[in-house]
């Protein structure tokens, strides 16, 4: 079955730094991914839908220029979080639609922890 | 807009069967997915209906109703390892392809 990696999966930095995290898709070609992110004991809430070569549709509430995303490639996207703050400490999922698939696939997503 | 109803928590014992509900609105819709989330970790795909009726897949099922806006997730012979969250997700039709997730129902298997 088609497999999304993510890097690193979990990662420690001090408050004002920013941090990259990866998302890849092993096996197949993912045209569109999304970001999600979800705090302790609630649903995974949509940040942001990235598209291959066009610019990121961020949902409502999420700010554009704190979280940045790339989508460089067919097989990677990119969320980095700027100037990250305690309160940005969450668990960040991404996941992939891969054309021709009726799932969606998710990365084993990455436990940020902001001090 | 879209709504997403599950019970909180459920309690079974090992061996038995579950069933877990959902109730869903959405101003349009493209097929149901069922996700299975343990504690800490990303969500498992289970199951996905975009036609009414029954799915079958091993010792899971899931049931989709659209015009009643309802799918339930069957689960047979439970087994402790199937202690975990589970998660209905409606893909809207007018979304990009993302899924709408609710909180969840989170499942406790007891010997």
């Known amino acids: 079955g088609a497999v999304v990696s993510q890097h690193p999966s979990w990662v420690i930095c001090k408050s004002g730094t920013s941090v990259k995290i990866e998302c890849r898709s092993l096996d197949f070609q993912a045209t569109t991914m999304f970001w999600y992110r979800q705090f302790p004991k609630q649903s995974l809430m949509l940040m942001a839908t990235s598209n291959e070569g066009s610019k990121a549709t961020y949902e409502q509430g999420v700010e554009k220029d704190k979280f940045l995303i790339n989508h460089a490639s067919l097989t990677l996207s990119t969320l980095t979080v700027t100037s990250a703050h305690p309160e940005d400490s969450s668990f960040y999922i991404c996941?992939?639609?891969?054309?021709?698939?009726?799932?969606?696939?998710f990365g084993p997503g990455t436990r940020l922890t902001v001090l | 807009g879209q709504n997403i109803d599950q019970p909180t928590e459920m309690t079974a014992t090992e061996g038995a069967i579950v069933q877990i509900n959902c109730t869903y609105q959405t101003s349009g819709f493209n097929g149901l997915f069922w996700y299975q989330q343990h504690a800490g970790e990303a969500p498992t795909f289970l199951s996905y209906n975009v036609l009414d009726g029954l799915e079958e897949k091993g010792r899971f099922s899931s049931f989709l109703s659209r015009s009643k806006g309802y799918s339930y997730l069957l689960l047979k012979e439970l087994q402790m390892k199937d202690s975990a969250s589970y998660l209905c997700?409606?893909?809207?039709?007018?979304?990009?392809?993302?899924?709408?997730f609710g909180k969840g129902t989170k499942l406790s298997v007891k010997p």
């Open positions: 996941s992939a639609d891969g054309q021709g698939y009726n799932e969606q696939f």
């Open positions: 997700a409606p893909r809207p039709i007018e979304s990009q392809g993302n899924l709408i």
